[in-house]
């Protein structure tokens, strides 16, 4: 009889490592697909917020997109151009990818000026601020997928 509890006893810890075993791995496997769907996600959603945006004419330099807060991106143009020709062409672009613009405040004169921008595309929403001086324009554009509680889009380097 003890010889029979004994390979009891040993088949019991062999079936409950075995166990064991498999269970961490398949753990590990799930959290290594998740975190690589979660990266093709952010991945993905970044990409179909950069093709809703149109880029301005005669860039000079861009950076971007880089995330942000809620999943969203920020993208930074410095144009060549009048600060009101530029925004008032990145407005038309905006609209014929499918924006709908509210403008938050516009301003001129003296060879500068600029204005910022909210918009929606379907659930999509965005921030674009753009102003300069004489042939210098700079324009800072942040979308999400969906509003975000704070919708900040801070300014690029100058």
Request: glycine share 12%; aromatic share 6%.
């Amino acid at each position: 009889m003890t010889q029979r509890t004994t390979t009891c006893f040993i088949a019991a810890m062999t079936i409950g490592l075995a166990v064991t075993a498999c269970s961490s791995a398949t753990e590990t496997t799930t959290q290594a697909a998740t975190d690589t769907a979660h990266a093709t996600s952010a991945a993905s959603g970044a990409e179909q917020l950069t093709s809703l945006l149109p880029t301005p004419g005669d860039v000079r330099q861009t950076t971007g997109p880089d995330d942000i807060a809620d999943g969203g991106i920020h993208l930074h143009y410095q144009v060549h151009g009048a600060p009101n020709d530029v925004m008032a062409a990145y407005t038309s672009a905006l609209e014929a990818k499918g924006w709908a613009l509210t403008t938050i405040i516009s301003s001129s004169g003296g060879g500068g000026g600029g204005a910022t921008y909210t918009g929606t595309h379907d659930d999509a929403y965005g921030v674009f601020d753009g102003g300069g001086y004489a042939d210098s324009t700079y324009i800072d554009v942040c979308a999400w997928p969906a509003k975000p509680a704070n919708p900040n889009c801070s300014r690029g380097e100058r």
